[in-house]
């Protein structure tokens, strides 16, 4: 599997801030999956990113709060643009190679809090 | 639509006891496969097993075992004879949709005690 490192691990920001969690893996990829967990709470899917093309985002989210960029096959970024404090979440980036067939490999995720 | 449901919200058990988590998933495809992750304290989701909706031979991985029932639309997995760091969050998903998007479970706290 492939070994994905996210940036930063966990931060503290303020309401009204914007927040850029990198996700790196160490080879190329096709897929590369955003997910939100929200304390005590299961995983909830944010968008999917392919590379070249813009990302696909799930019912109840928006590119305005949550943009993505994927410029290359083997690195994304997620911003979380003008928190607030229901933004406090785990935010963590899946990888794989698409398809119902395949398996997705998690980074580390970023624990955010927004005071 | 899809569904997983983890109706376990916690379990505690004593080290060395077995324990079952149960997973029951709802969709309409024929097509699917289905997937049990380990989320440990630090966070990280750990891949476990994935099994596609064509195989029901029950798994066996060291201590962990799988029974994948179509006829109950049941994945459950079992930790036999558990360990301090079996203690974690262990979520079943679902993927039925070409993009190969993941539905969770709500998942089951399993705290294994000395």
């Known amino acids: 599997s492939a070994v994905i490192s996210q940036k930063p691990s966990r931060d503290i920001c303020q309401r009204g801030t914007s927040l850029t969690i990198q996700c790196q893996v160490d080879?190329?990829?096709?897929?590369m999956f955003w997910y939100r967990q929200q304390p005590g709470q299961s995983l909830t899917l944010i968008a999917t990113a392919n590379q070249g093309s813009e990302a696909t985002y799930e019912s109840g989210f928006v590119i305005d709060k949550f943009p993505i960029s994927r410029p290359n096959l083997t690195f994304s970024t997620l911003t979380v643009s003008n928190m607030s404090p229901e933004d406090s979440s785990i935010y963590l980036c899946?990888?794989?190679?698409?398809?119902?067939?395949?398996?997705?490999?998690f980074g580390p995720g970023t624990r955010l809090t927004v005071l | 639509a899809q569904k997983v449901t983890q109706a376990q919200t916690e379990i505690s058990v004593v080290e060395k006891e077995d324990v079952t988590l149960d997973c029951v998933y709802e969709?309409?495809?024929?097509?699917?496969?289905l997937f049990w992750y380990k989320q440990p304290p630090s966070g990280e989701l750990v891949f476990l097993i994935r099994r596609n909706s064509f195989d029901e031979q029950n798994e066996i991985s060291g201590r962990y075992s799988w029974n994948f029932q179509k006829s109950t639309s049941s994945f459950n997995f079992t930790i036999t004879a558990s360990q301090v760091v079996d203690s974690a969050v262990y979520f079943c998903a679902l993927v039925s949709d070409s993009w190969g998007k993941l539905q969770f479970g709500a998942g089951t706290q399993v705290v294994v005690t000395p």
């Open positions: 969709t309409r495809d024929t097509t699917y496969y």
């Open positions: 080879s190329q990829v096709t897929m």
């Open positions: 899946s990888v794989g190679k698409g398809g119902r067939a395949d398996t997705q490999y």
